[in-house]
Every structure is written in C-alpha cells, then in structure tokens.
Antibody, heavy 121, light 107 residues
Framework: QPQLLQSGPEVRKPGASVKISCKASGYSLTSYYIHWIRQAPGQGLEWMGLMRPGGAAPTYAREFQGRVAMTTDTSTSTVYLELTSLRLEDTATYFC??????????????WGQGSLVTVSS | DIQLTQSPSPLSASIGDTVAITCRASRSVQYWLAWYQQKPGKAPKLLIHKASILQSDVPSRFSGSGSETDFTLTITSLQPDDFGTYYCQQLNSNPYTFGQGTKLEIK
C-alpha cells in the first residue's frame, strides 16, 4: 500500500524559507508523478507544481516560479518542496500527493498527511 | 489559466437523495478532470479521474460524466458518510487548477 509521510509543522518569519519533506513507501517513487498542493486555513485547494517520473524537470505553477523548488532524493525515496521569500499569505497546509497516472497526470490517489507552515512576524 | 466554477455551493440534501455537483471550465480540458471529497482536517480523497473513471475503493453510487467544459459528479442514494467538501480539478494545462469547492451538508 503506497504511503506518503510528510515532515512536521514549521513556523517561519516573513522573508524566510521552508523545506518540507515527503517520504514515499510501498511503491517506486520515480515511477509516478508527485504533486504539491496547498490549502490555506478555511480555504480551497491550490496546485503548486508537479514532479515527473524518471527525474525529468518539474513543472511549477506560474504563481510560484522563482521562489519554489521541488527536488527528489532517490536514495531515500523522499521528495522535497522548498518555498523561499515567505509571505504571510503562504500560511497553509502543504500536501504532497501521488498521481494515479504514470504516463500523464490524471488525479492524486495517495496523499501525505499534510505539513502546516505558519508564517508570522 | 483555466478557471473551474462549481455549483451549487453549498448543497444541503437528505439521506437517500440523489445530488449532482457541476464543474464548468473556462475552456476545454478534454476529459482531464478529477473529483475529490475532503473531510475537515483530512487530505482530499480521489473519487473520479479522467472525468468518469471511478477509483477502485469508491462506492458505485458515485459517478462522473462530461467532457470539454461541462462536468458532473452525481451521488445517488446519499449516505451520512458523504458529507464534506467536493472539489474538481483540471489536469489539462498548467496550472492544474481546482474549483472553489462545494460543501455538501446532510439534512
């Protein structure tokens, strides 16, 4: 059974950076797409970007380009999301999620438990 | 960016009812549309992908239909466990946007 285990809550000041981890188990990490999605308190879901199977370059939502990086450590089956120049409005729960597809992204069937990032001065 | 507009929002229904949630895209997403259910404090759960393919662990009372710009999630014989917020997501073009959500309340 695939599982995604995310790192714990983080608190940062505006302008700082945060790096969240997502450790995959029960399947081959490099065979499926991985999405990063966030949800501000009481709000809807916001797609941030996509990591492609086989180590191809990730695709980022335009809104986050320039301050987001998604990386993979295949030796530990862990993917990372780093967000820089944090703003108050980046306060959210961040989810990693595995896509059901292996050839094209079609929807996220396995999700991490979420990592709460709080940006506060 | 492709915008997804869900209706109705919110939605109140009784046990045993049939409900339909629609998702309209600002331009064609072909069949690259997924539906999720989310309960408070939990990650979303994938119900449907590619507009009409039911996930293996999802009850058959859930179904999806539509293509291009107009999609529908139908839940027949509503059960108490079906409360929550439902989201559609398009995966046709970057960014893979979500609808604003439809909160389903059980009367």
């Amino acid at each position: 059974q695939p599982q995604l285990l995310q790192s714990g809550p983080e608190v940062r000041k505006p302008g700082a950076s945060v790096k969240i981890s997502c450790k995959a188990s029960g399947y081959s990490l490099t065979s499926y797409y991985i999405h990063w999605i966030r949800q501000a308190p009481g709000q809807g879901l916001e797609w941030m970007g996509l990591m492609r199977p086989g180590g191809a370059a990730p695709t980022y939502a335009r809104e986050f380009q320039g301050r987001v990086a998604m990386t993979t450590d295949t030796s530990t089956s862990t993917v990372y999301l780093e967000l820089t120049s944090l703003r108050l409005e980046d306060t959210a729960t961040y989810f990693c999620a595995r896509d059901v597809g292996q050839i094209a992204a079609a929807g996220s069937d396995y999700w991490g438990q979420g990592s709460l990032v709080t940006v506060s001065s | 960016d492709i915008q997804l507009t869900q209706s109705p929002s919110p939605l109140s229904a009784s046990i045993g009812d049939t409900v339909a949630i629609t998702c309209r895209a600002s331009r064609s997403v072909q069949y690259w549309l997924a539906w999720y259910q989310q309960k408070p404090g939990k990650a979303p759960k994938l119900l449907i992908h590619k507009a009409s393919i039911l996930q293996s662990d999802v009850p058959s009372r859930f179904s999806g239909s539509g293509s291009e710009t107009d999609f529908t999630l139908t839940i027949t014989s509503l059960q108490p466990d079906d409360f929550g917020t439902y989201y559609c997501q398009q995966l046709n073009s970057n960014p893979y946007t979500f609808g604003q959500g439809t909160k389903l309340e059980i009367k």
